[in-house]
T-cell receptor, first 112, second 112 residues
Framework: DGGITQSPKYLFRKEGQNVTLSCEQNLNHDAMYWYRQDPGQGLRLIYYSQIVNDFQKGDIAEGYSVSREKKESFPLTVTSAQKNPTAFYLC???????????FGPGTRLLVL | KNEVEQSPQNLTAQEGEFITINCSYSVGISALHWLQQHPGGGIVSLFMLSSGKKKHGRLIATINIQEKHSSLHITASHPRDSAVYICAVMSTTSGSARQLTFGSGTQLTVLP
């Protein structure tokens, strides 16, 4: 089945640790995105990638890093520089940046 | 002021009622999306529209470009419609990849 997978579903981070969230798609989409969702707020764009080996900062990129070495994979690293990382993280992909985005199931990150 | 405003924030209805969720935006757009987020967090794209009206089953989405307003209607509502409904607009930003700006969502609860 085609789709987007994110792992893990829940992730716990200790203070000062970096953690990496996985996002994989087998839809052959060029564009991929990472969003953060906080209670009572709309989704906010962290990073996006229009094509493999390219990515751009979104509205809230500080404290995060990404890579796009393969078309199907767009991992997000939450670094220790991100002071308030507890949130729900959603990955999405689309054929290109002007088409409908398809979302993964999300990863909930909690800081211990 | 947020670029995308949804109303109401919360809505409780009895099964069978006709439901309307509103979305107003303040930027020029190329398309507007309606998304559905279930309690587990996964997001499903319901509609993408740039003019007029679209219908899928019991769901109807309309948009008025001149008034910068869209509505999502649910006919014969059912408890399984209970979810957060999110409006998102693709703004017409020149010289860059188009990005989505999200409303904060409307929590719909349909009681049996």
């Amino acid at each position: 089945d085609g789709g987007i997978t994110q792992s893990p579903k829940y992730l716990f981070r200790k203070e000062g640790q970096n953690v990496t969230l996985s996002c994989e798609q087998n839809l052959n989409h060029d564009a991929m995105y990472w969003y953060r969702q906080d209670p009572g707020q709309g989704l906010r764009l962290i990073y996006y990638s229009q094509i493999v080996n390219d990515f751009q900062k979104g509205d809230i990129a500080e404290g995060y890093s990404v890579s796009r070495e393969k078309k199907e994979s767009f991992p997000l690293t939450v670094t220790s520089a991100q002071k308030n990382p507890t949130a729900f993280y959603l990955c999405a992909s689309s054929i290109n940046t002007q088409e409908t985005q398809y979302f993964g199931p999300g990863t909930r990150l909690l800081v211990l | 002021k947020n670029e995308v405003e949804q109303s109401p924030q919360n809505l409780t209805a009895q099964e069978g009622e006709f439901i309307t969720i509103n979305c107003s935006y303040s930027v020029g757009i190329s398309a507007l999306h309606w998304l559905q987020q279930h309690p587990g967090g996964g997001i499903v794209s319901l509609f993408m529209l740039s003019s007029g009206k679209k219908k899928h089953g019991r769901l109807i989405a309309t948009i008025n470009i001149q008034e910068k307003h869209s509505s999502l209607h649910i006919t014969a509502s059912h408890p399984r419609d209970s979810a957060v409904y999110i409006c998102a607009v693709m703004s017409t930003t020149s010289g860059s990849a188009r990005q989505l700006t999200f409303g904060s969502g409307t929590q719909l609860t349909v009681l049996p």
